[in-house]
């Protein structure tokens, strides 16, 4: 009996060193998962960023395009 409840002690203390090592794996997962998400969110913060600043270079340089036409239309206008 003596060996019984000595091979039960010994199995709970081996299930309980298991058990916090699968814990430990867990929390470096989520620890993990919770890196690579800001890193995402960062990734899209900078792509929305950089969405928006070429949409101000396709608008200034359809400005840009505009401006030149009327320069030209203004130039057309001097005879030499």
Known sequence: MLNLVMDFSSTSEELLVSISNMLTAINEVTISTNESAE???????????????GTQVV???ESSKESAGNLKVYVSRFKI
Do not use: C, F, P, V
Not at 39 to 53: F, L, Y
């Open 39 to 53: 890193g995402t969110s960062n990734i899209a913060i900078r792509a929305a960023d950089i969405m928006e600043k």
């Open 59 to 61: 608008l200034l340089s």
